[in-house]
Nanobody
Framework: QVQLVESGGGLVQAGGSLRLSCAAS????????MGWFRQAPGKEREFVAA????????DYADSVKGRFTISRDNAKSTLYLQMNSLKPEDTAVYYC???????????????????WGQGTQVTVSS
């Protein structure tokens, strides 16, 4: 497994921006697809965005399309999530996740990922 550590969360007003980072260690970062998920209080964990191991393919939840951008820097072993035009409904704990080595395809299902970070809180005030 790979160790993942998220950072960059915080409190922001509606309409503002945040950039989340996820630093990876423990295996070759470029060996698998990765994703971002989020979980609000009382709700199930939901898919936000995913990216292929090369960064050439991405996928987004409909609720964040056009506002969020996922990217990765394989040289720095870091995954990013740029979040713009934030809304109060974006408030949640955000988690980065990595697929098992050799799983190159993007998936939106949490069960498709075998390594998870501890999460970072994002709070958007109205």
């Amino acid at each position: 497994q790979v160790q993942l550590v998220e950072s960059g969360g915080g409190l922001v007003q509606a309409g503002g921006s945040l950039r989340l980072s996820c630093a990876a260690s423990g295996r070759t970062f470029s060996s698998a697809a990765m994703g971002w998920f989020r979980q609000a209080p009382g709700k199930e964990r939901e898919f936000v965005a995913a990216i292929s191991r090369s960064g050439g393919s991405t996928d987004y939840a409909d609720s964040v399309k056009g506002r969020f951008t996922i990217s990765r820097d394989n040289a720095k072993s870091t995954l990013y999530l740029q979040m713009n035009s934030l809304k109060p409904e974006d408030t949640a704990v955000y988690y980065c996740a990595a697929r098992r080595v050799g799983n190159y395809a993007i998936t939106t299902s949490p069960s498709g990922y075998d390594s998870w970070g501890q999460g970072t809180q994002v709070t958007v005030s109205s």
